[in-house]
Every structure is written in C-alpha cells, then in structure tokens.
C-alpha cells in the first residue's frame, strides 16, 4: 500500500506541473521524461518482469504510431479510436510474436534478435507500401482540435500523456500484487521451477508481452499526434528500442519506480552533456552508451538498487 | 524466370555472399567459444573499414597492403575489449553481455558520426572498376578476390584451430570450460585471444570488403543481422557452415532483389534468420544436441 | 495413484531409463534408490513431463499423463521438487512458496497466507522475509518442499532433498516428511541417503543403469546381494558375507 501512495504521490505532483511550469522548455522537459519513463515500463513490464529482454520495442512502438496515422491519413478514422487501435494492434503484434518465438522454447540472447529481426521486417516493409507513405513517411494533416487529438498547447498534450502513462505504471504497481506478477516474476527467475509448481511459462510470457505491446503501442501514438510526422526509420528504426530498455536498466529492472528513476536521470545526463559539449550530432548517444555499458557492468540493479545493496553489504560484511 | 537474368543474379548473390562469410566468420568463432554473441561485431567492422580507407587517403597504402596492418590492430583491440570489459559485464547472464555490447556498438557508432561525419567514403583504387564476365555476370576484380579471401581464410582458420596449440585449447575450453581449467588452460588469456581472433578476422574482411564497398559510421549496421543470420545458418561455431550460409544469405538477397525489388529484397535475410531460428535453432549444418 | 508401465528413454544410444515399471499406492511413502547416475533423477523428470518418454507410459488418478507439460501435471497434483535447488532468486522465501500456492489460489492475500502456514509447517516460518537465495542449503531444500507443498498436491516426488544435509539436519527433515505424510499427501522419494529411506518409506523400488533390479520393504531390499553389488560393485556381496560369518 505505501508503494501506491508514493505512486499517487508522485503523478499527482505531476498534474500539476503545467500550472507552476510556464515556460515551454521546463514543461518539455518534463514530457519527454514522462514519455521515456512510459517506454521504459512498458519494457520493463517484459525484460523487468519477465526477464524476456526485446531489443525490438521499436516494433510495437511502430505499429502503435502507424496504426492512428494510417487510419487517420487514409480512412479518416478519428486519432481517439486511432489511439485504442495503436495500444490494440501493438498489444496484437506482440502476442503474434511472442506466440512464435516462445512457442520454439527461443529464449535469452536469441529472443532479444529475433525481436529485433522483426522491427527491421516491419521497417523494410513500411519503407515500402504506398499507404504507409513509404520512405518518405507520412504527415498528419495540422488540425489542432482536442477531438482531433492535437492541442495548441503544450499542457493538454501533457496531461494526455500523463493519464496514458500513470494506467501504465497502475497496472506495473498492480503486478507487484497480483498472480500473474507472481507468476511472471517466478518465470523469470527460473522458467523449469515455476513450470513443476504449475506455473504456464508460455501463457505467462504472452500475457506479458500483450502488456508490454499494449503501452508500447500508445507510446507511439502519443508520438504520431505530438509531432504529426512519421517515417518508417522514426518508428521502426533501433532508436526507440535502445530508449525503452536503456531506461529500466538505469533506473532498476523489475522495479515500479525504476523506469521514472532512469528516465529522470537520463534526461539530466543528456541536457548537462548538451551544456557541456554542444549540440554535435550522436554526443549525446555517445553518453547513453557509455552509461549502458557501465550499468550492466558495475550496478546491474540500476541506480534504485543503489540504496538496498549498500545495506545490504553492510550486513555482508562488503561481500 | 529468365535465365539470363537469373544467372547473372546468382552469381553476384554470391560474391557477396562471400563478404557477408568473411564478416561471420569471427562472430561464428566467438559465439562457438565464449557462447555469447557480440552484438558489437558490425560497430568493429566499421571501425576496421574507416582503418583501412585512412591507411588509404593518408599514407596511399592499397587496402590489400592494409591486410598486414589492420587484422593484427583489431586483433588487439578485440583482446582489449574483452579482457576489460565484456568479462566483467555478465553477472552469470548472456543478455548481459548483448547489452554490454549494444552499449559499445553505439558508442563506436557515434563516435564515428561525430568525428567522420555521416558521409560515405570510397577508396578509388585504380582496379576499383575492373570487371571479368563469368556467365554474362560482371563481377568486379575485387569482389573475385574477395571470394576467393573468404575461402582461404575460412580454410586457414579451420587449420588453426586443428593444428596449433592455442587453436586447440581453444577448442577444449569451447567443449568443457571447467576440464579446461583443470589442464592448465589460462582461460581468461585464451577466451580473450578468441575474442581478439574473432574481431581480427573483421579486419581482414574490412581489407578485401573497401575496395568494392564503402564506409560510413552506419555501415556496420546492415551487417550486423546478416552476420548473425549466416551464423545462425551455418550453425553457431561452424567455419565452414559460416562460408555456406553467407553464400546462400549473399543470393537469397540477390534473388530476392530481383523477384521483390530492390528495398524488399533484404526481407529474405530476415526471413531467413526468423525461421531459422524457429525451425533448426542448430542449423542447416548443425546437429541436435 | 501413479502407475508407471514400461518407461524408457535414451540419450545418444545410452539407455538412461529401461522399461521400468511402478506403481505408487495412494497414501503411501515409498522410496526410489540406487547408486549415482542410475536413472532415478531421469525417471522423475519422464514421470512429471519434462522429458518426452520414448517409450511407456505414466498414469495417475487413472489418467495417462505421458509427455503432458510440467504445469498441467502440477494442476492435476503430482508435483516435483530438485535435486538441484532452484529458488527463485532475488524473491524472499514467502514469495517463492507463494507461487506455488497461487495455483489453486487466484487472490494475493490468500496465497501469501497459505505460504506463511507451509513455511512454518517446514520450519521455515522465522525466514519469510529472508531472500531465497541467501538460505543455507538446508533452508533451501526446505523451501523446495515448501513450494512444491503449497500447491496443495495429491502426490509428492521428493528429489533427494536430503542429500548434502548434516545428520542433525537429516533429522530434523524427516518429521516434516512424515507429518505432510501424515496431513494426506502420497510421497515418492528419490534418495541417496539410506539411514533416511530406512526410516520413513514403507517400499521402495532400486534402479540401476536405467532398470529396476529389486524392489520390497527396505530393509530386505539392503539385504539384497544384486543390491549390494549395484551400490558397492562386484564381489562385495560374497565379501561381506564372508566377514559376517567370520566375525
């Protein structure tokens, strides 16, 4: 119970950030911290959870985005059903994968590429369909009305974005407490012990990836209507799916708050690397590798590790 | 299909299936000793490319001289690279080290962005564009020696591996880590002289590769898949497996292209890999265990 | 309750499991025992569905389980613990055992209050906050027990959960074995450690090199010369034999 209170604590400070934040910049930078916290616990849900690391979340990402774009662009369908079609299709597209891969018992390191191996079908293919817009990508049409999901300000894009993540991190929160965390936690830990207690590996990991698809999938349509443009490098392309999992790992695998832990420090890092050595093109990529490369190799628990290990060796004596 | 057109196909399919050979062969090796996969395996490619095409542009040394020079400096870079940092990345967890080395892939990539630009460099050599028709297929001079590298060097490391003493410890620590160790095998010296083969061998592919390709800081990108897929292909660990797949990778591609045109015919490669490694995870050539 | 007929399995050309055959009484404590790498460890994994039998065939309660998944066979009641501890790691003891009383109860609350009631019945109860992985041997072949008995099963396949133990500690283990006996549950017992199979089973089947070559009470079973040679290797029957009348 305390951890929801915090967990309330928290979004509800969040809420009312655009009415103490009037500058678009602070404000910004609190969105794009929400929205790489949003990518990181739909990962998290899968790799944190579930111990099932994807390094093609772009994939559902993609599909989410191209999902209310397309609709929209050639059906005019409304973006607000676009929005329940993107969460659907990449909530879809997962469990379609997820029923392969798992299926043929593919597991570890060949999961991770078989996922990625995906997103570059997906990506090969929307570069070249005429309804998708092909290589040039698609532009959806300027109408900022909120029935059109587009807002003039800042904020309104903000609160959208807000709601879609705080049900991300209610249903992560409800994992902790739940059966299927159980289940899916024991999974992780060991797939052949929960399986002789009765546990359905196969089933488990599905309902996991239908989650972590799901809110993948509304990141990307939060992504399509906040800037309206979409091409199939953008949404299918390795960039997404390093954010999704560089963010949990930073903040803390299988963790309620690790995902909001890392994006907030990924973002301070990447602003103060702006500062310190410009806007040069990849910098900042160079910094996010680096932290990579250092948090699986000295704190594989993420930063919201840091408090439990250290007492933890105290009582073991520094082991 | 027209024959005609087919042949030619095929047979360019296949030189370049030779170079995709080539790059697979040190990822083959790595992954058949240490079991872990490098993601990082295109990021060095590219990193032995811009080598090659600098050796090039500053000192004029022809590329095929670079083969003396830049497979011994990536050697020691991959020895380097292993002994610091991809050991102590696993915590007990393959994934780990896929995600060490995703890490270092996108700081070598980006480094190079940052430093080279993202424009694309060639080499102008002056036999560059010298052709032979086999078959009504023209196939540059370069792409021929190209192939025929990839079959010396799959041949010269599969003898290093039978012949010498470090190829066989290497091969008893790949079958029995800890019966290894009993020996009196240095196992962190010889998976680290395995790793720095393996990137070495990158080294030779980048000097037979440049003077008919190109290099920019996303070049390695593209390879990185197709290296995996060849491997999974021939089966993890298996030189000669690595030569077939990456010839039948190189005019999947080259058949493809011509059935799906050309920006659909990479899905074959990936096509390839997913069901492989649904339907045969050991390979075409692999057995069961 | 379990009837085994004919099981079989060969790795490689090496027959790890013949034709054995075995049939478990509902209620009953019974053991299986042989020498290291006879096949016991094998057999559990083809009776519980993790490995495809080549031959044969596995039933229990009167239906044919053969080649069933682990989770089904868990759902119906026959459960598995191993020889090879696997907690979960990072997970304290009560959430392990939870896990495995969550397959019959949906709720989180009830599940955590069964597997508060099985820790203790263990000997666990003063570890619940412990993490899995930081319990002594001992512990954790007692939370293998634990969360295989939370799952509420009709049968119980114990792999060797005392090997590796103290004689203290074997004593201490075999009253809780009796007692969940004792609550209702049929066990089957893999084990090495004879003092323990004396003391508790009621039967027991001796596998060596994949076949079954003596089975009866145990303490004819010991007397058995096969027996003895398989455990002890040839001759060693007539040896001690021989010191026996000697002495």
């Known amino acids: 119970m305390k951890q929801l209170f915090i967990l309330l604590g928290i979004f509800a400070a969040l809420a009312v950030v655009p009415f103490f934040v009037s500058s678009e910049f602070w404000l910004n930078a609190v969105l794009l911290t929400l929205y790489a916290a949003l990518l990181g616990q739909s990962w998290n849900i899968l790799g944190g959870y579930g111990g099932q690391f994807s390094f093609g979340h772009s994939l559902f990402f993609g599909v989410g985005a191209y999902s209310v774009a397309v609709f929209q662009v050639q059906l005019g369908v409304n973006p607000w059903i676009g929005l329940l079609l993107g969460g659907l299709f990449g909530s879809v597209i997962a469990v379609g994968i997820g029923f392969l891969t798992f299926r043929y018992g593919l597991r570890g390191s060949y999961f991770a590429l078989v996922t990625l191996a995906f997103a570059e079908v997906f990506r090969i293919v929307s570069n070249s369909l005429w309804w998708t817009g092909a290589g040039e990508g698609i532009l959806i049409e300027l109408d900022q009305r909120a029935v059109m999901m587009q807002f003039k300000s800042l904020s309104h894009y903000y609160w959208l974005l807000w709601a879609i993540t705080l049900v991300c991190f209610l249903t992560v929160w409800s994992l902790g407490r739940s059966r299927f965390g159980a289940r899916l936690m024991a999974v992780r830990d060991n797939e052949d012990a929960a399986g002789a207690i009765g546990v359905d590996a196969f089933t488990v990991k599905l309902k996991a990836m239908a989650l972590s698809g799901l809110f993948t999938g509304l990141a990307g349509v939060f992504y399509a209507q906040k800037f309206l443009y979409l091409d199939p490098g953008i949404a299918f392309g390795p960039a997404v799916s390093v954010e999704s999992l560089l963010v949990p790992i930073v903040g803390g695998l299988g963790t309620l708050f690790g995902p909001l832990l890392g994006a907030a420090a990924l973002h301070i890092v990447g602003e103060v690397a702006r500062e310190m050595i410009g806007d040069a093109p990849g910098l900042n990529m160079v910094v996010f590798g680096t932290i990579l490369v250092l948090m699986v190799m000295f704190l594989p628990r993420g930063i919201g590790g840091l408090g439990k290990m250290s007492v933890r060796n105290i009582f073991k004596g520094g082991k | ?289 | 309750m379990l009837e085994i007929s004919n099981l079989s399995i060969a790795f490689g050309g090496l027959k790890a499991v013949d034709a054995v055959s075995m049939s478990v009484p509902e209620g009953g404590l019974v053991s299986l025992i042989g020498p290291n790498g006879a096949g016991k460890t094998t057999c559990f994994a083809l009776i519980t569905g993790f490995h495809k039998p080549d031959a044969g065939n596995v039933k229990f309660c009167g239906e044919d389980i053969t080649a069933v998944k682990p989770f089904k066979i868990a759902e119906k009641g026959m459960v598995r613990t191993f020889q090879i501890v696997q907690p979960f790691a990072g997970q304290s003891v009560l959430e392990n055992i939870a896990v495995g009383a969550h397959l019959h109860l949906r709720d989180r609350q009830d599940a955590l209050d069964k597997a508060s009631s099985v820790a203790h019945e263990v000997g666990l109860g003063d570890r619940l906050e412990q993490d899995a992985a930081d319990l002594t041997v001992a512990g954790r072949k007692r939370l293998e027990v634990a969360r295989a008995l939370a799952t509420d099963p009709k049968l119980l396949l114990l792999d060797e959960v005392m090997a590796g133990l103290n004689p203290s500690e074997i004593n201490e283990v075999i009253p809780v074995i009796n007692a969940i006996r004792d609550g209702g549950v049929t066990i089957l017992l893999i084990e090495h450690v004879m003092q323990a199979v004396m003391q508790l089973s009621e039967h027991t089947w001796v596998l060596n090199q994949g076949r079954l070559i003596a089975d009866g009470p145990p303490r004819e079973v010991a007397q058995n010369p096969v027996v003895i040679e398989a455990y002890l290797g040839k001759g060693m029957a007539e040896r001690l034999e021989k010191e026996k009348r000697n002495a």
């Open chain 2, 1 to 289: 299909m027209n024959s005609a057109i087919l042949l030619p196909s095929i047979l360019n399919g296949t030189t370049t299936g030779a170079l995709y050979a080539l790059v697979a062969l040190g990822l083959t090796l790595i992954y058949g000793v240490l079991h872990i996969i490098n993601f990082a395996h295109g990021a060095l490619l590219m990193v032995a490319l811009y080598g090659v095409y600098f050796l090039y542009k500053l000192f004029g040394i022809d590329p095929y001289v670079s083969l003396l020079i830049v497979p011994p400096l990536m050697f020691c870079i991959g020895y380097v690279l292993q002994r610091l940092v991809i050991t102590r990345a696993s915590h007990g967890r393959d994934e780990n080290i896929l995600l060490v080395t995703l890490g270092l892939s996108i700081v070598i990539e980006n480094l190079a962005l940052f430093f080279f630009k993202s424009d694309t460099q060639v080499v102008d050599t002056p036999y560059g564009f010298e052709v032979v028709e086999i078959f009504g297929a023209f196939l540059p001079y370069p792409k021929i020696i190209a192939f025929v590298g990839a079959l010396v060097t799959a041949g010269a490391l599969w003898l290093f591996m039978e012949r010498t003493d470090l190829g066989r410890s290497i091969r008893a620590l790949a079958k029995e880590r800890k019966g290894a160790q009993l020996v009196g095998i240095n196992v962190p010296h010889v998976f680290a002289m395995s790793f720095g083969i393996g990137v070495g061998v990158l080294g030779i592919a980048a000097c037979l590769l440049m003077p008919s390709y190109y290099v920019s800081p996303q070049v390695g990108q593209g390879f990185v898949l197709i290296a995996f897929t060849v491997v999974v292909l021939g089966g993890m660990g298996s030189f000669g497996g690595a030569l077939i797949g990456g010839l039948i990778i190189g005019v999947v591609e080259a058949v493809g292209g011509l059935v799906l045109g050309e920006s659909l015919g990479q899905i074959g490669i990936f096509a390839v890999f997913i069901l492989i490694l649904l339907f045969r995870p050991q390979g075409l050539l692999g057995h069961k265990v």
